[in-house]
């Protein structure tokens, strides 16, 4: 078992920068392929970026090259860095760690950007 917990959410001004933060607890967290997700009001939850036990990353092509995934093994903790942020990025932010068929789940943490 593994439980998420989100932080770092917020309103952002568009063009400005915010770090999300997913502390995991329970075993074996350099195991997972962490993931962070997000969900808009009226469409479906979609991958924003991924990074694997190895550190191989992957994004959404919306968000390239304006948000970084890191992890931190010995903090039990993945951080999603988001800059030039856009109105169209405000939705709920979802952490998710993935192993196998296991897949657990973070509640969630809004982030609007909006002038």
């Known amino acids: 078992q593994v439980q998420l917990v989100e932080s770092g959410g917020g309103l952002v001004q568009p063009g400005g920068s915010l770090r999300l933060s997913c502390a995991a607890s329970?075993?074996?967290?350099?195991?997972?392929?962490m993931g962070w997700y997000r969900q808009a009001p009226g469409k479906q939850r979609e991958l924003v970026a991924a990074?694997?036990?190895?550190?191989?990353?992957n994004y959404a092509d919306s968000v390239q090259g304006r948000f970084t995934i890191s992890r931190d093994n010995a903090k039990n903790t993945v951080y999603l860095q988001m800059t030039s942020l856009k109105p169209e990025d405000t939705a709920v932010y979802y952490c998710?760690?993935?192993?196998?068929?296991?897949?657990?789940w973070g509640q969630g943490t809004q982030v609007t950007v909006s002038s």
């Open positions: 329970g075993s074996r967290f350099s195991i997972y392929t």
């Open positions: 990074i694997t036990s190895g550190g191989r990353t």
């Open positions: 998710n760690a993935r192993n196998g068929e296991n897949s657990y």
